[in-house]
């Protein structure tokens, strides 16, 4: 990603920036899966055979996709954010409230890969497995949603911590400013 402004020395930012990355081109690899498996369901279909568990991992593949890529999401600025609000308060106010959110987000996206990863753990203690014809064992799908639910969490203590220090950038998404 690049372009953060570094609050960090160099190389914990370079870190930070590569994890987000790498869970992006890992969202991107999922993307690439998710159209394999609709390829070949779509395949089969038309030239009349069956592959058992294609749509459940098609649909593992998307859930994967979406979660790996928040963070990257986030610090690109491209999370759903209602600037009705925030763009109408000034200085210590803002700041404030961009604390106050953040820590917000911050505290929820903890809760979150918490519990995603206890999500996982017992299903893979519990021997759960999928009821679709795969029979996949479910902490196999889980364990994208628990690490792209950590890399949020860490993405977001980056982005508080950013603020916090007055070296986080302000979002402008290309999008947001050619809405009408």
């Avoid at 990257?72 to 200085?91: A, C, D, F, N, P």
Wanted: hydrophobic letters at 55%; proline letters at 4%.
């Amino acid at each position: 990603m690049g372009g953060s402004s570094p609050a960090l020395p160099g190389a914990w930012r370079t870190a930070l920036n590569a994890l987000y990355d790498g869970a992006g081109v890992l969202a991107a690899l999922c993307m690439v899966g998710l159209l394999v498996m609709v390829m070949l369901s779509i395949l089969g279909r038309q030239l009349h055979f069956n592959l058992p568990g294609v749509d459940a991992y098609a649909g593992y593949a998307m859930a994967a996709a979406g979660f790996l890529a928040l963070a990257q999401t986030l610090k690109r600025g491209e999370h759903i954010r209602v600037t009705l609000l925030v763009t109408s308060l000034r200085g210590a106010w803002r700041r404030g409230f961009e604390l106050w959110a953040l820590s917000a987000a911050t505290l929820l996206a903890l809760l979150f890969a918490a519990y995603s990863v206890r999500l996982a753990w017992q299903s893979y203690t519990l021997h759960d497995v999928s009821t679709a014809s795969d029979a996949t064992p479910l902490w196999i799908p889980q364990i994208p949603m628990a690490v792209g639910a950590i890399v949020l969490a860490v993405a977001f203590i980056d982005e508080l911590v950013l603020e916090a220090l007055g070296r986080r950038g302000a979002h402008a998404p290309e999008e947001a400013t050619r809405n009408e």
